[in-house]
């Protein structure tokens, strides 16, 4: 619900919002971490949050191999992220495509980027950064 309280907030001050997190990958994480009666609770909140705040009109993807977002992962040093192995990112990512890719089917209305983040360094490099500003500006 952080998220969505987030993004609430952030589309009651103007009628844009830019985010860094994803509904669909936060429901992937409950596909996966929840049993039954809570994911079916869960998958009700977000479906009311994707009624009452619509669809995003451009879904970014960062995309990396798993080995690659685990040496990420441990760069960080995040204790609550020890327990990350790269099946679960093999699983989380296959979800949130799978559900990207039936956005895109069901959703003219929706732009779509994908990135190669171990292709273009977007976190240091300018150049890169300044491609990737140009790609967004001719989707808004």
Known sequence: LQHYHDLKRKLEESNSAVCDFSFTQDLGYAVMGLKRKPLKIFKSI????IEELGEPSL?????CSAEE???R???RGREEEILINSNFL???SSF???EVEKKRKLNKYI???EIDTEKLNIITNS???NFILKKIEKLI
């Open 96 to 98: 949130v495509n799978a």
């Open 59 to 63: 879904i970014i993807s960062m995309k």
């Open 90 to 92: 093999l699983n989380l």
């Open 73 to 75: 992962i441990k760069l």
């Open 111 to 113: 732009q779509f980027l």
């Open 127 to 129: 150049k890169d950064q």
């Open 46 to 49: 977000y479906d009311y949050i």
């Open 69 to 71: 977002l685990l040496r």
